[in-house]
């Protein structure tokens, strides 16, 4: 069965950082790219970053600078280090995995709230 379990999410002042993570469990991690999408009430799912097996991230450009994606894959999991937060980055965060040749996301996080107040 698989499992991908996001953690670290809260409500933090605008400026502030918070720290995701991602545990997985019933995937080849190593195999799998990772990514972090995020949905804002209204809008639809955007990607904010992914990491690929080699550990190489790419960023929406909405958050490059701000937003750091990394992996373990001695632990099977992925995080994602939020830094000077807006209250544009209020969403709820999901992680998810994919095989690097596949085209898309095939595994799904139930999502952790972040909530940035101004």
């Known amino acids: 069965q698989v499992q991908l379990v996001e953690s670290g999410g809260g409500l933090v002042q605008a400026g502030g950082s918070l720290r995701l993570s991602c545990a997985t469990s019933?995937?080849?991690?190593?195999?799998?790219?990772m990514a972090w999408h995020r949905q804002a009430p209204g809008k639809q799912r955007e990607l904010v970053a992914s990491v690929t097996t080699g550990g190489r991230g790419d960023y929406a450009d909405f958050v490059k600078g701000r937003f750091t994606i990394s992996r373990d894959n001695a632990k099977n999991t992925v995080y994602l280090e939020m830094n000077s937060l807006e209250p544009e980055d209020t969403a709820v965060y999901y992680c998810?995995?994919?095989?690097?040749?596949?085209?898309?996301?095939?595994?799904w996080g139930q999502g952790t709230q972040v909530t940035v107040s101004s």
């Open positions: 998810a995995a994919r095989r690097i040749t596949a085209g898309q996301y095939k595994y």
């Open positions: 019933g995937i080849i991690f190593s195999i799998n790219t």
